[in-house]
């Protein structure tokens, strides 16, 4: 009896050191895929290029003021944030995909004059830094017809309950451009900021102008787009 109690205690003790074993293993194996895979997507994210200031993704800001193509214009983008807000009707698909806040100044007096005259005010002055919120857009015809717009006519409203319209020689340098049916064009809309103040700015309700599309004689209302800043 005493034999037999024996033999099923080294048994027993045999199978916990066994199970104790396959643990460890276990456990080794988990660490050394965990650690594998930390070492993996420590690859990756060195593989990963770093996206420069300049291209269209990217989101880190400007340090200072840069010249824009020797233009006399300065500016400097604060924030700069990758967005996909959409708005779409039968005829019209659009899409928001950034948003950038910063500053500018005019240096140059006869690129002041042509931006006064254009826009048609003197509203802009000299060696003055002003606010501004850049909001580029894609905008696909789904109508059948070809078509003109306007979107440097679009109207936004701050959370601070100021309304600005789009500064049209920032925004497009033209009234209205044609879009083919079936086409995709992307246009920039450039508010200036003129009583808010930026850090107080969470959203914008961004609305496009109507659509007319000569051709049917047909007028479409603008489409909004609700764009949190933050």
Known sequence: MKKKFLAL???????????????????????TTETTTNKQEEIKKEELPELDKDDDESEE?????????????FIRRDYRKNISIESENEDMF?????????????????????????????????NTEYTFISLPLEIENLSKYDYEYASSLAISLLNTKEQLNADKYFS????????????????????????????????IRLKLPDLYIEEIEKTVPGLELNINIK
């Not at 205690?9 to 660490?31: F, M, N, P, Q």
């Open 172 to 203: 497009d340098e033209t009234d209205t451009y044609k879009i083919l049916s079936g086409a995709i064009v992307e246009r920039d809309l450039v508010f200036i900021v003129e009583k808010s103040n930026i850090e107080d700015v969470t959203d």
């Open 94 to 126: 659009v899409r928001c995909f950034k948003i950038v806040t910063g500053k500018f100044k005019i240096t140059n007096e006869q690129t002041l004059k042509e931006i006064n005259e254009f826009n048609g005010d003197n509203k802009l002055k000299l």
């Open 9 to 31: 205690l080294i048994a027993s003790l045999l199978l916990v050191s066994c199970s104790d074993k396959k643990e460890d293993l276990k456990s080794k194996t988990e660490k």
């Open 61 to 73: 800001p400007d340090k200072e003021f840069e010249e824009f193509e020797d233009s006399g214009i």
